[in-house]
T-cell receptor
Framework: AQSVSQHNHHVILSEAASLELGCNYS??????LFWYVQYPGQHLQLLLK??????LVKGIKGFEAEFIKSKFSFNLRKPSVQWSDTAEYFC?????????????FGTGTRLQVTL | GAVVSQHPSRVICKSGTSVKIECRSL??????MFWYRQFPKQSLMLMAT?????????EQGVEKDKFLINHASLTLSTLTVTSAHPEDSSFYIC??????????????FGSGTRLTVV
């Protein structure tokens, strides 16, 4: 079975600081990897995804993530955070086993950006 | 892009009654839909996988007779919480996935339904 670990549960940063959120997954086969963001009171939005190809993936709002297969990691980064980035961030993985492949989410990281 | 519409956004019901939540894919056909439950300040927990025209697959520990899922068409899946109790109060989210030959929409999420059982 696949599993996802997010080690940072709550991160507090000042505006303009750099961000890196850790995500490690456990699965022996080929996977698709995702980062979602959930702003307060809103639904999940896709930040970026990795299916194949270049392991450095660029997403919306200046976010990027790097897939390191040897480390089973897919860490999310942003060079300079803004107050509006305050939200909950979820890493997710699915095994490439067809249309019924399900997403498994990490426990989430709450990011708080202070002015 | 792909859009999933989920209704209602909020519902309050009395203990013992049933509540139906709808999830529609608006501009694509969703062969598979997923239902999640999210407790406050926690992650999304998959409840079941809904496949059009067949029975849903429930995750371990999820009561299929309590959480009835119907996926009668390629654009609509419903979750009915039967005989709701206060412990069923939660945020329910649906998600749709489809693998079009030339476009992979990945997973698109509905806006969620906040269920409160009183």
């Amino acid at each position: 079975a696949q599993s996802v670990s997010q080690h940072n549960h709550h991160v507090i940063l000042s505006e303009a600081a750099s961000l890196e959120l850790g995500c490690n997954y456990s699965y022996g086969g080929t996977v698709n990897l995702f980062w979602y963001v959930q702003y307060p009171g809103q639904h999940l939005q896709l930040l970026l995804k990795y299916f194949s190809g270049d392991p450095l993936v660029k997403g919306i709002k200046g976010f990027e993530a790097e897939f390191i297969k040897s480390k089973f990691s897919f860490n999310l980064r942003k060079p300079s955070v803004q107050w509006s980035d305050t939200a909950e961030y979820f890493c997710a993985v699915n095994a490439q086993t067809g249309t019924a492949s399900k997403l498994t989410f990490g426990t989430g990281t709450r990011l708080q950006v202070t002015l | 892009g792909a859009v999933v519409s989920q209704h209602p956004s909020r519902v309050i019901c009395k203990s013992g009654t049933s509540v139906k939540i709808e999830c529609r894919s608006l501009d694509f056909q969703a062969t598979t839909m997923f239902w999640y439950r999210q407790f406050p300040k926690q992650s999304l927990m998959l409840m079941a996988t809904s496949n059009e025209g067949s029975k849903a697959t429930y995750e371990q520990g999820v009561e299929k007779d309590k959480f009835l899922i119907n996926h009668a068409s390629l654009t609509l899946s419903t979750l009915t919480v039967t005989s709701a109790h206060p412990e069923d109060s939660s945020f329910y989210i649906c998600s749709a996935r489809t693998l079009h030959p030339t476009v992979d929409y990945g997973y698109t999420f509905g806006s969620g339904t906040r269920l409160t059982v009183v």
